[in-house]
């Protein structure tokens, strides 16, 4: 055979072959110039061809017009194939995106039961037309002991661990009662609010008892608010929290010397009927320290208690949810546990 007609077939292979090998548009590209560019060996024969006799020529003529013509459309028909095929694959993932699908080992996580207790308790004080309110953890002499009839040297401040800072007359709250003079001073009357926040305490650690723990004061300040009015709001709430219809509770004398009177109001244990652990034998849990707003603290919030009155309460909220969920130790809710957290 002739050499040039033997160099045109092995062109058409090495093009069929390359073809197979082309992933990309600008591999089309690249194909195209190497096979049919200025440079390619299909150009330099047909420029070579003006050398040839004039029988070569019309041998070899032909079959280079035909490999010429063959290449360009096999490209045409391959490119074209190609990007119908992409876009089909586009449409495919659209149409066949299962959003059904399983998503594998995400973890998922849920509310925390402090968090959870604080939205139902604020729930059923809202529910009775209280407002939620809020106050300043870190906090000063003046509103966590002072303007609660806790003057310096009172040895009531030995009721309250307190951790104290650098700054002169700066504390951790001990409590969330600093909160009632605070809001006397902001707010409008009558007054009804709550304060679920965190308090802070130099104490031995235990099961019952934290260092950092959660607290929620509230108060109600009006004309003509009586002790009947605390009893029936700690009775309602305390319902309402642990679903009972009926709800055993009694009432004890208490000290603090921001009420007066001061009570302790207690529920049955929700554990036992004859006394365990967590009521320490006594069949009877303290949930709910209340009393009337004493006169001094009405008058440190700018409030004449010859015309008003009010009570308050603050009850441990981190002991209420320990009740709530039957949990036996504290240090669990900080604990960050997930095997704990998830039954919640
Ligand atoms: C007070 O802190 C008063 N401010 C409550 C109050 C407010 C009384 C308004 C009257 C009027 P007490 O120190 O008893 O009171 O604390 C209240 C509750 O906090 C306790 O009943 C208990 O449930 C919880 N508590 C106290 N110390 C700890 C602790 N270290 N860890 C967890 N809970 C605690």
């Known amino acids: 055979m002739n050499a040039i007609l033997t160099q045109i077939e092995s062109i058409k292979q090495a093009f069929a072959q390359d073809l197979q090998k082309v992933q990309t548009l600008k591999e089309f590209d690249d194909l195209k110039v190497s096979f049919l560019g200025k440079k390619s060996s299909l150009q330099a024969l047909l420029a070579g061809m003006k050398d040839l006799g004039a029988d070569e020529r019309r041998e070899v003529g032909p079959a280079l017009q035909e490999a010429k013509t063959g290449i360009e459309q096999a490209l045409e028909v391959a490119r074209q194939a190609f990007t119908e095929r992409k876009a089909k694959a586009a449409i495919d993932k659209e149409l066949y995106f299962d959003v059904t699908a399983k998503r594998p080992g995400g973890v998922r996580g849920h509310i925390h039961p402090y968090s959870q207790a604080i939205e139902e308790i604020e729930d059923i004080f809202m529910s009775m037309g209280y407002e939620v309110l809020d106050g300043p953890e870190l906090e000063t002499d003046f509103y ?68 950092q723990f959660l607290q929620c004061e509230g108060f109600f300040i009006d004309k003509n608010v009586t002790v009947s009015h605390l009893f029936a709001t700690a009775q309602t709430f305390l319902k ?105």
């Open 144 to 211: 966590n002991f002072t303007a609660l009839n806790i003057p310096q040297d009172h040895p009531a401040r030995d009721m309250y661990d307190t951790f104290w800072t650098n700054k002169k007359s700066m504390l951790m709250r001990t409590h969330t009662s600093p909160v009632q003079v605070r809001s006397m001073e902001s707010k409008e009357l009558p007054l009804a609010g709550i304060v679920p926040g965190r308090v802070y305490r130099h104490e031995a650690v235990d099961a019952t008892h934290e260092i």
């Open 240 to 344: 309402q929290l642990f679903k009972k219809d009926e709800l055993d509770i009694r009432i004890r004398p208490g000290f603090f010397p921001f009420v007066e009177p001061g009570f302790e109001i207690d529920m049955r244990c929700p554990f036992c009927s004859k006394g365990c652990s967590v009521c320490k034998k006594s069949t009877w849990m303290e949930v709910f320290p209340g009393g009337m707003i004493h006169p001094n603290v009405l008058r440190a919030g700018g409030i004449d208690p010859d015309v008003y009155s009010g009570f308050a309460f603050g009850f441990g909220l981190s002991r209420l949810v320990m009740l709530k969920y039957g949990i036996d130790d504290i240090r669990h809710l900080y604990g960050g546990k997930l095997k704990f957290l998830e039954q919640f």
